[in-house]
């Protein structure tokens, strides 16, 4: 079935009452909280290629830019995937975070389990904070006297998001980058906010060469691609496809290993191009390399 945008949706992005964002917001907390019983609290949404999923669409970092948005969801088959993935950061540093927010909690609500939002850096636990953190203030400019519950609200809804997901035998899916010193699935479906590995998760970038050191953002590490291929193996896939760092579209990383991707243009990145991928999951499908996904299942513009 296709998803259906309803015109209605794009003018109360920019015009929703106070009130009715809240029932959004409580709505949309019930569905999360619903599925991640249903995992048994595991952070880990698994995607198997035989459960009627052939395609999938990836959503890079938004922040804010309700344009990109309503680019990728005018495209026939970003409306026709199975699932739809969004990597985190939907709001920070850029003006439309509240009507982004409106947008995707609008297709969670109605599409359920077929729209998958990942938590990012920028919906992270209090004990990671991000900075410059621009949101309250966007909140209140858009909503007023209601802004601060508003944004109260919006931090509780990310206690229960997915940190990521997994197609099975193919791709692992999340924000910010592989994790140093896991040693089975487990590590990665059940780290908890105040562990390391939560932190890594929502925080580290690849480089290239092997080895490992502390992130230049504070938090996080810098992991080399010998961290990437021993993760890749305990998860039992392919490609790490992540987002977190601004590029044009989309970036390969250690020899295909990694595929970045980044959904939003402008400032205060300045990058000139945004991408979404559309990636064919079916069982007889092999699953691609960095290269390959970036030529043929990245969509630029």
Known sequence: MELK????????????????????????????????ELRAASGMVRISPQQTVSRIVVVGDLHGDVESLIHI??????????????LGDYGDRG?????????????????????????????????????????PLIFNRRFGAGGAEVYTRIRELWEWLPH??????KYLMLHG??????????????ATPTSPIFA???????????GYFDSMRGVGIMFGEDITAHGLRIMGVKTLIRSHEPCEGVQIRQN????????????????????????DVTEECEPMDANALARTAARIW
């Not at 005018?74 to 993935?85: G, K, M, P, T, Y």
């Not at 990521?164 to 035998?169: H, M, P, S, T």
Request: with cysteine; glycine share 6%.
């Open 5 to 36: 945008i309803e015109e209605s949706w794009l003018r109360d992005a920019f015009e929703v009452s106070t009130d009715d964002f809240l029932r959004l917001i409580e709505a949309s907390k019930r569905i999360l909280k619903h599925e991640k």
């Open 73 to 86: 969801l005018s495209e026939s088959e970003v409306l026709n995937a199975d699932r739809i993935v969004f």
């Open 95 to 135: 003006t439309n975070s509240a009507e982004v927010y409106y947008l995707t909690l609008k297709l969670k609500v109605k599409y359920g389990s077929r729209v998958i939002m990942l938590r990012g850096n920028h919906e992270g636990p209090p004990n990671l904070p991000v900075m410059p953190h621009d949101l």
């Open 177 to 190: 980058g592989m994790p140093v010193n896991i040693t089975s699935i487990r590590d990665i479906e059940y």
């Open 200 to 210: 890594e998760i929502l925080w580290n970038d690849p480089i290239e060469g092997n």
């Open 164 to 169: 990521c997901a997994l197609v099975e035998g």
């Open 256 to 279: 295909g290993k990694v595929l970045t991707i980044f959904s939003r243009k402008g400032p205060p990145y300045f990058n000139t191009r945004a991408a979404y991928l559309s990636i």
